[in-house]
């Protein structure tokens, strides 16, 4: 199956900072979607994205499919932004049409 | 995010028995998914659904069945739990080349 690879895993931030999650797929997918879980467990979804740039508030995100791989940018962050963001794939068609997650990034915003 | 509702939410079990895990969705996803999520492992799919009565299995099947007996359900039996399942479960609809949207997560413990 195809691998998805997130980086850093971990990633420290002052409230205010700017960030960028990388992620990488091996090979070529249908579509990618980045997620946020909160630290109540919730799974939210932040983008459809696959291909080109989208904006949502202080979040864009970016995915050149042809070179493989995604970049999800969090500006001015919030203590709020905290919790592990997921890149997750498509690939597949039909009745094997499937969704492959990264192990997730870990992001703390501090105060 | 809205139209995907899990039960139970918590659920303590013994080893050696069954235990079944609901998903409820209201917006006619067409593909519908469990997936557990464990540290270090991110989400793994277990089984997933393409339509009713069709199912297929995940990476992480063994130990687990489905059924989709219409649209709106999606149920996931343990058929005889084990410590190694304790984990958070969660179901998604959506996919197949659209946004996937996850229910709350279910918390099992298998003592």
């Known amino acids: 199956g195809i691998q998805v690879e997130q980086s850093p895993p971990d990633l420290i931030l002052q409230e205010g900072a700017n960030s960028t999650l990388r992620c990488n797929f091996s090979d070529s997918v249908n579509n990618l979607q980045w997620f946020h879980q909160n630290p109540w467990g919730q799974l939210i979804n932040l983008f459809y994205?696959?291909?080109?740039?989208k904006q949502n508030g202080r979040l864009s995100a970016t995915t050149v499919a042809t070179e493989r791989y995604s970049l999800l940018y969090i500006s001015s962050s919030q203590t709020t932004d905290s919790g592990v963001y997921f890149c997750?794939?498509?690939w597949g068609s039909g009745a094997n049409s499937k969704l492959t997650f990264g192990k997730g990034i870990t992001l703390s915003v501090r105060p | 995010d809205a139209g995907i509702t899990q039960s139970p939410r918590h659920k303590v079990t013994e080893t050696g028995t069954p235990v079944t895990l609901r998903c409820h969705q209201t917006e006619n996803h067409r593909y519908m998914y469990w997936y557990r999520q464990d540290p270090g492992h991110g989400l793994r799919l277990i089984h997933y659904?393409?339509?009713?009565?069709?199912?297929d299995k995940g990476e992480v099947s063994d130990g687990y069945s489905v059924s989709r007996s219409k649209t709106e359900d999606f149920l996931l039996t343990l058929e005889s739990a084990t410590s190694s399942q304790t984990s958070v479960y969660f179901c998604a609809g959506g996919g197949g080349g659209n946004t996937i949207y996850f229910g709350e997560g279910s918390w099992l413990t298998v003592v």
């Open positions: 997750a794939v498509g």
């Open positions: 659904s393409y339509g009713v009565k069709d199912t």
């Open positions: 994205i696959p291909s080109g740039t």
